[in-house]
């Protein structure tokens, strides 16, 4: 069973993801979301915009499985969003338990939905 994100069409939304076929499932749910393959370009996207949502993954490079990395992981755009006071929602998408795990330790509010169990709805009409 799937969890199911309402995630309204005018709401900004950040994908920090950088695997091709993810980024195609989030872009065809969510067509008008920024999209962030990296920490930097996460960074550079929340100072240039205020986001509602944020979709974050940990394995932002395929070295980053080794979870002793932290420049450049989805654990430094957390630290990022818990030092700046993100006021949005989080969602952490990973896969990577450990890594998620991590993630959320910035950011206790945030929901642990590992990438394929949750669906987005992003329709005006629900």
Same mark, same amino acid.
């Given at each position: 069973?799937? &969890?199911?994100?309402?995630?309204?069409?005018?709401?900004?939304?950040? *994908?920090?993801?950088?695997?091709?076929?993810?980024?195609?499932?989030?872009?065809?749910? %969510?067509?008008?979301? $920024?999209?962030? =393959?990296?920490? &930097?370009?996460?960074?550079?996207?929340?100072?240039?915009?205020?986001?509602? *949502?944020?979709?974050?993954?940990?394995?932002?490079?395929?070295?980053?499985?080794? +979870?002793?990395?932290?420049?450049?992981?989805?654990?430094? *755009?957390?630290?990022?969003? !818990? +030092? +700046?006071?993100?006021?949005?929602?989080?969602?952490?998408?990973? =896969?990577? $338990?450990?890594?998620?795990?991590? %993630? =959320? =330790?910035?950011?206790?509010? !945030?929901?642990?939905?590992?990438?394929?169990?949750?669906?987005? +709805?992003?329709?005006?009409?629900?």
């Amino acid at each position: 069973m799937h &969890e199911q994100f309402h995630i309204p069409p005018d709401w900004p939304v950040l *994908v920090v993801e950088d695997t091709e076929d993810r980024i195609s499932w989030f872009r065809k749910r %969510m067509p008008k979301a $920024v999209f962030a =393959k990296n920490a &930097e370009a996460a960074f550079l996207a929340l100072e240039q915009q205020n986001f509602k *949502v944020i979709f974050l993954d940990h394995d932002l490079h395929w070295m980053h499985a080794d +979870n002793s990395i932290f420049k450049g992981t989805g654990k430094e *755009v957390a630290r990022f969003l !818990a +030092n +700046n006071g993100f006021q949005g929602i989080v969602i952490i998408h990973s =896969k990577h $338990v450990e890594g998620a795990a991590a %993630m =959320k =330790k910035y950011l206790g509010d !945030a929901r642990l939905a590992p990438f394929g169990s949750f669906e987005i +709805n992003a329709e005006t009409n629900v």
